[in-house]
Structure formats: C-alpha cells, structure tokens
C-alpha cells in the first residue's frame, strides 16, 4: 500500500483527538445511524437473505482457491476484447503503468470515477508528480478533494462534513479547480448537488482520459462492472476516448451467474437501495461505442501475501459494501481520519495491517482498533468473521514482541498461575496489603487505567472463603 497516511499517529491517539471533536461525532451519529437502519429494513425485505450471505461468502472463497485460473481466464477474455491488461505488483508499479498510459495520450488531465484502489496506491499524487491533475466526479469524493481532506468513509468519504461545511468549501475553493460556484450558494442539497453538476459537466465534456476501478470484473467474457448512484461514472465510462481501470485482483468472480448474487448483496448493505441507479458494464472495447482504448490495470499490492494467511484472506471477500462501519461503535465515535488508511472501520482494522504489514505504530495498533462486539461481522454481506481476524492480527502484533515491562509481567503470572500453592499465597498477600494498592497503573499500564477503574481486590481469596461457607 502507499504512504498517503504515512506520518499519522497509532489510532489510540488519533482517537482520543478525533472523539474530542463534538461536531465530528454529531455528523457521524447522525449518518451512520440514518444508512445502518435504512441498510435493516432493505435486508428485512429479502427472505432469502441468509441463503444469498452464504452464496456470497461460497463464490469468493472458490474464487480466491483458485485466484490464478480465473485471473488469466479474465486477462484472455479482456484481451480478446480489444482491451489490454497490465499485471502490477505493488503502488509504484500501478502509478507508472497509469502515468505512462496516460503520457502516451498527451493529455494532462483525467476524470475520475470513485475508486479505493486508486485511493490505495496514492493514484492522485503520483499522476499530479508527473504533471498530470485528476479530477474526482463522485460527489463526496469532489468535496474531499476540493477541500484538501482525507477521505473518511468507504462509500461517504466525506461522511464527517455537514452541509454548512460543504457550501464553504464549493464557494471558496471551486473556482480554482474550474466553474466557481454559484453566486449566493445555499446550504441547500439541491442547490449543492446543482453546483456539483455545473462544476463536473465541464469536465465531462472536456477529459479524454477517465480512470476508473471496479467492483466485480466476469472471468468469463472479461466485462467490468462499475455501480454507483450519481451517473458521474457513467459520463466518466463513456465520454472519453481512452479508459483506465486500476482493479484489485481479489474483484474477479467466475460468471455472469456469480455477479447476479453480488447485485443483489452490494446495494442492500451499503445504500440500503434494491438496485443501483447505475450499474456499467464494458468489455474490451469497440468502435463508435465508449472509450476505443481499454486498459485494465490488476493490482496486487499484497494481496497475494494476504491470500497466504489462513485466516486473514477472508478480508479479501470484502466487497466494499461499508455496512461494518456503520454498525461499529468504534467507527462512529472515532471516526475514519483515526485509521490512518484509505480502509477505516472495521474492515480496515483488519486489511490495512495484512496489506501493509504491521511494522508500523499505525498499523500495529490497528487490529485492537476494535471492542469485539461483533456487529461488523453480522452485518457483512459475505460473512467475513472481522473479531476472528483482529484476534488473528492481534496474536501476530504480541508475537512481535510488546513491552519488556509486559512481557516480564505475562511470564510472572503464568509462572504463579501455574503453582497452586504460590497462587494462593499471592492471593492472601494482595488481600492484606490491599490499602496500599495504586489506583492506577505505572509504566505501560498506566493506558489501561487512564481510561478503567482498577478492580479492587478482595480482602479474602474466594478459596479462603469457600473454605469457611462451603455447606
Ligand atoms: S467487511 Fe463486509 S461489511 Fe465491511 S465493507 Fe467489506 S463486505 Fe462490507
């Protein structure tokens, strides 16, 4: 993955600041209880909901099983189509194959459909390196980059501004990027979304370069799908001569039998909708009908890595949905700028470390970026078990080896835990030196306590007791 986030501190602190920011946990509550109780009554109406879950969750995993079939299966089909499929193994490589294919155009700017992959290998700073400015349509995405920000939600990546903040940001900051907004702009939706049209329509007209990504790609014909609910896609999939699609390599299902059971998931659990407003399909390319020049470019970027690991790869089923953010009780208060990856919430507690490793303070502290409620993993359309993998993920970050002061303390405990007779010596003597015990912990403990009372301890062992009440 790239370094866009590089530079954040772990979530703990992150957290700590972004929960003290009234407002931001106001627009959080308020989206993420509005789409996750939407998301419920849409799921209610499918009786056949369970059955569809466990469809999702077979065909990925199959998928995954037999990744490398069904890749070349893809690349021959695309290629049969007219289009032109590039491997790259991590950010770097992605960013030049882009930057070159769009070099060879002798364009210096692109339109852009809403994309995560693109997000992860740092697309818009690499193209904008090399002279090149990418221009966001999606509408959330448009207020993200307009005002300079991050995003911090998978589908609503600027689910932490309010509509005041949003009419700032266009009045003040469109100009510069093209159309200005218009005079005596109101915090009104459809006086924003009107100004978000103007601003794109020209951009539209005038790309002829769009970068896209994908969320499901058909083994079986080579045929990309884009769904989405505003129609920027649509104009950025269409109206320029050359298209670039920049797709994880774990977005390859089977057939078109298999994308009937995603269509069906993928809405329901992100916009609470029965269908998508626009679902775009293309294979290869052909003359007088959308783009004459095709690219897909597959990204690995660790994702083979993360296919290795037992556990970890059913992060790799994700379908990007979001469901899981606006379940967890963590997300909601901590927001996604906490994540310190384009991945927040649950679903990025569990693939930012796989994908980057967890050498990283960021990264380390991810996977107990969570309470283990569960919420995440009842809520996923495709079954991935998260709290399974933050335990997973949790075990590899202390096998790195945590605090010598904690690790001192861990090896004293399962020294006494394992004498009977030492254990219930301990026990009197915390019982009768009870008065003198800190409220809170030292050294690295001290985290532990700033935020929980310490439990007091009993003035007699429960054995003692037993021994003098038992009938
Ligand atoms: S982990 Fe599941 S619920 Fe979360 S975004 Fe992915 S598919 Fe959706």
């Known amino acids: 993955m790239s370094g866009v986030f590089l530079g954040m501190p772990a979530f703990p602190q992150a957290a700590e600041r972004a929960v003290r920011d009234e407002r931001l946990r106001t627009n959080l509550r308020h989206a993420t209880h509005t789409i996750r109780d939407k998301r419920a009554r849409a799921v209610a109406e499918l009786p056949d909901w369970a059955e569809l879950r466990a469809a999702g969750k077979a065909i990925k995993d199959h998928t995954l099983r037999h990744l490398d079939r069904y890749l070349v299966q893809l690349e021959e089909a695309v290629t049969a189509a007219g289009g032109t499929v590039h491997w790259a193994a991590d950010a770097d490589e992605a960013n030049r194959i882009v930057a070159g294919l769009v070099h060879a155009t002798g364009e210096r700017e692109v339109v852009k459909v809403k994309s995560m992959a693109t997000q992860e290998i740092g697309l818009n700073e690499a193209l904008a390196a090399e002279g090149i400015t990418a221009y966001e349509t999606d509408l959330a995405e448009l207020i993200v980059q307009l005002g300079d920000d991050r995003p911090s939600h998978i589908l609503v990546p600027a689910i932490h501004r309010n509509r005041a903040e949003i009419r700032e ?3 003040e900051r469109m100009a510069a990027w093209g159309r200005p907004a218009p005079e005596g702009l109101t915090d009104a939706p459809a006086e924003l979304a009107e100004a978000a049209r103007l601003h794109l329509r020209e951009k539209f007209l005038r790309a002829r370069v769009a970068v896209s990504g994908a ?34 390599i774990e977005k390859v ?9 995603f269509l ?15 679902t775009s399909l ?26 290795a690991d037992q556990v970890g790869r059913q992060a790799l089923r994700c379908i990007r949905c979001s469901a899981c953010l606006n379940v967890c009780p963590v997300y909601e208060r901590a927001g996604g700028h906490a994540y310190g990856s384009v991945y927040p919430g649950p679903i990025g507690a569990i693939l930012t470390p796989q994908l980057r490793g967890t050498a990283s303070p960021v990264d380390a ?18 079954a991935i078990d998260i709290p399974e993998v933050l335990v997973h993920l949790r075990e590899r970050v202390a096998a790195q080896g945590g605090h010598a002061l904690e690790r001192a303390a861990v ?35 001290r985290a532990w306590t700033d935020t929980r009372d310490l439990p007091e301890v009993p003035a007699e062992p429960f054995r003692d007791w037993w021994r003098k009440n038992r009938p």
């Open 264 to 278: 069906q998931l993928l809405p329901r659990s992100s916009t609470a909708e029965r269908m998508n407003p626009y």
């Open 215 to 248: 969320n499901f790609m058909v083994a079986e014909t080579g045929t990309l799908v884009v769904v989405e609910s505003e129609g920027n896609g649509r104009m950025c999939l269409t109206l320029p001569d050359t298209l670039i699609s920049v797709v994880g």
């Open 169 to 171: 940001i266009f009045a």
């Open 282 to 307: 293309w294979t290869g390319s052909s003359a007088g009908d959308g783009p004459s020049d095709f690219h897909l470019v597959l990204l690995d970027n660790g994702r083979t890595a993360v296919l």
């Open 365 to 382: 502290s991810l996977p107990y970026a969570s309470s283990l409620c569960g919420a995440c993993y009842e809520v996923c359309p495709v």
């Open 253 to 261: 299902v089977p057939t078109w039998r298999d994308l009937e059971v």
């Open 411 to 445: 090896a004293a405990a399962g020294y006494v835990l394992d004498h009977p007779a030492l254990l219930t010596a301990a026990e009197r003597l915390a019982g009768r030196t009870r008065a003198l015990h800190p409220r809170r912990l030292p050294g690295p403990g």
